[in-house]
């Protein structure tokens, strides 16, 4: 993965022969003189719901040990994945031990009674001072979201994977903390680009930096099948062979599915996946001639039109194929929720798209999974707890906004994704190398500067399960181009799906993200540096061993 071990050699190094081992060329003295002291409690991306400064700060040195609870798996995990963050560059053993709270530290607390009850499921509280760090949960989410604000209120230099010079100080006080929105989503289009395993847990790492809790993969589209399907092995073997522009495409084996599950769980990420149906289904068509009303397989499609093809909803073969489609995927998938699509199925009448909604709501149902849904599905009937997912934006037409929300008012939720805001595969002007603009150009205040609970008018707030932020990869083939396009934009969504509307201010978030900038840099990293953020200017002086670095 991204971090390396801190091998011995490096730990024997000090004082300047670090700095040198750095690529740096100031000297010690000089850097620590230079260092403005800790980053202000609270300057953190996404807005913490409640921050109280106070009282002295708290330094990370060599003697600092991580204090879990004894025997407890989750405490465990969180408190071995800050340590493993940090090792590599402050050069500190970090030893991780289970003493429980009681000793000086950084001491991450699981505490159902009480306190902790009131943080939920993903909140928590940072209390920092001069002797211990403390991270207090109800559930190991809650732990891992305080070690991702710990995390930023350390220097961006903590995010190397070289040693760096300390100090590693964090500001006194105390963060509670907890989401607006149980579901804070991202999605990768995988079926425009196919992305590898590795490709797409380094998206999750950078995810986690932020909150998120969803990783929504779209998995099929005209011009690709991306999931090995054991009953439908075609779908993958010869579906999954091209992608966008006629490359080799690929797809998922199984165990590569359960790998992106299973890093993505450890990240308290929940992997929602999308199969998109009645359209977009050109790569399924192409592989099995039965699935076409004239029983003749497509050709394989590596351009970008979207709304030619449909499923043969007349037929039973279409109802076998959803039936093993889903049934094998919810096996594979812990979550509770599978995509089923259904968006810009053009090229299907509105009562064919409604019937075969009719038929496949059930058997995601069947298999013990909700349905989520593109808006379109409002057109049908939704099932009963389904999620819409809406992409309109200034140009949706009233009749279609008007059924989504009257859909909400019928009780199906909505994670919003409006395309004019949320949308990371839309260009940020019109000098942006990738990306389209259909909905426009979507510049980081653009992205930023809405609300989900009041966007859709006529939905009730109450309807709003939370974001998300997808990216559509007709343009994007590489992990720098993705990152290009989601950074700075991912941090902004992520605020909006995780503070509180009271936090929201263009003014505070665009110095909070500005602070983002060298973190991003020491990760590998390159964004879009918008000219709307005043990003600070990078110190030549330090090299952080950032990987990745190719600009798109
Ligand atoms: C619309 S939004 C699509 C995708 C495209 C995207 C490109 C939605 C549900 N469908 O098929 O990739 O625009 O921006």
């Known amino acids: 993965?991204?971090?390396?071990?801190?091998?011995?050699?490096?730990?024997?190094?000090?004082?300047?022969?670090?700095?040198?081992?750095?690529?740096?060329?100031?000297?010690?003295?000089?850097?620590?003189?230079?260092?403005?002291?800790?980053?202000?409690?609270?300057?953190?991306?996404?807005?913490?719901?409640?921050?109280?400064?106070?009282?002295?700060?708290?330094?990370?040195?060599?003697?600092?040990?991580?204090?879990?609870?004894?025997?407890?798996?989750?405490?465990?995990?969180?408190?071995?994945?800050?340590?493993?963050?940090?090792?590599?560059?402050?050069?500190?053993?970090?030893?991780?031990?289970?003493?429980g709270a009681a000793g000086p530290g950084i001491r991450l607390v699981l505490d159902d009674e009480g306190a902790g009850a009131a943080l939920g499921a993903e909140g928590y509280r940072l209390s920092?001072?001069?002797?211990?760090?403390?991270?207090?949960?109800?559930?190991?989410?809650?732990?891992f979201h305080g070690v991702q604000t710990l995390r930023q209120l350390l220097p961006a230099r903590a995010?190397?994977?070289?040693?760096?010079?300390?100090?590693?100080?964090?500001?006194?006080?105390?963060?509670?903390?907890?989401?607006?929105?149980?579901?804070?989503?991202?999605?990768?289009?995988?079926?425009?680009?196919?992305?590898?395993?590795?490709?797409?847990?380094?998206?999750?790492?950078?995810?986690?930096?932020?909150?998120?809790?969803?990783?929504?993969?779209?998995?099929?589209?005209?011009?690709?099948?991306?999931?090995?399907?054991?009953?439908?092995?075609?779908?993958?073997a010869y579906g999954g062979s091209t992608q966008v522009g006629g490359g080799p495409g690929g797809f998922y084996s199984k165990d590569d599915y359960r790998e992106i599950v299973r890093h993505a769980a450890s990240r308290y990420l929940t992997v929602v996946p999308e199969i998109d149906m009645p359209g977009h289904t050109n790569a399924a068509l192409a592989s099995y001639a039965r699935l076409n009303c004239d029983g003749v397989a497509r050709p394989l499609y590596t351009g970008t039109e979207v709304g030619f093809s449909s499923l043969c909803v007349a037929k039973q073969d279409t109802y076998e194929f959803a039936e093993d489609v889903i049934g094998e995927l919810a096996v594979l998938t812990p979550g509770p929720y599978l995509h089923i699509g259904g968006d810009e199925a053009h090229s299907t009448s509105p009562a064919d798209y409604a019937a075969f909604m009719d038929r496949v709501q059930p058997v995601v149902a069947r298999h013990g999974k909700t349905v989520i849904g593109w808006h379109q599905l409002a057109g049908a009937r939704p099932a009963p707890g389904a999620l819409l997912q809406y992409w309109g934006y200034g140009r949706t037409g009233a009749a279609e906004r008007a059924r989504v929300a009257a859909a909400a008012r019928a009780g199906a939720g909505l994670i919003l994704s409006p395309a004019d805001r949320a949308y990371l595969d839309m260009k940020y002007t019109k000098d942006t190398p990738l990306g389209l603009q259909w909905a426009g150009l979507v510049e980081v205040r653009q992205s930023y500067d809405w609300d989900p609970g009041g966007y859709l008018t006529d939905a009730p707030a109450s309807a709003v399960a939370g974001v998300e932020a997808p990216l559509w990869t007709e343009t994007i083939s590489t992990s720098a181009q993705l990152e290009y396009m989601a950074f700075p934009r991912l941090a902004g969504i992520a605020e909006l799906g995780w503070s509180p509307p009271a936090t929201h201010d263009w003014a505070s978030y665009r110095g909070r993200l500005a602070a983002q900038g060298p973190r991003w840099d020491a990760l590998g990293i390159a964004y879009y540096r918008s000219p709307q953020v005043p990003w600070p200017h990078p110190s030549p002086g330090l090299r952080l061993g950032g990987k990745g670095r190719s600009r798109p």
């Open 1 to 99: 993965m991204r971090r390396t071990s801190f091998g011995p050699r490096c730990l024997a190094l000090t004082g300047a022969a670090l700095l040198l081992a750095a690529g740096g060329t100031a000297a010690p003295a000089a850097s620590a003189a230079a260092e403005p002291g800790p980053a202000p409690l609270g300057h953190v991306v996404p807005a913490p719901a409640s921050v109280r400064p106070g009282g002295d700060p708290y330094e990370i040195t060599a003697r600092t040990v991580v204090r879990v609870p004894p025997g407890n798996r989750e405490a465990a995990r969180a408190g071995g994945y800050l340590a493993g963050l940090l090792r590599p560059s402050t050069g500190y053993r970090l030893p991780v031990v289970d003493s």
């Open 159 to 236: 995010e190397s994977t070289v040693r760096q010079p300390g100090p590693w100080t964090v500001a006194g006080g105390v963060v509670t903390d907890a989401p607006r929105y149980g579901y804070r989503g991202a999605m990768l289009d995988v079926a425009r680009h196919f992305f590898t395993v590795d490709q797409v847990k380094r998206y999750v790492d950078q995810l986690a930096l932020y909150k998120y809790n969803a990783l929504h993969l779209h998995l099929s589209d005209d011009q690709g099948w991306r999931i090995a399907v054991g009953s439908w092995p075609r779908l993958a």
């Open 128 to 143: 920092v001072t001069a002797r211990s760090v403390t991270i207090s949960a109800r559930e190991g989410a809650g732990l």
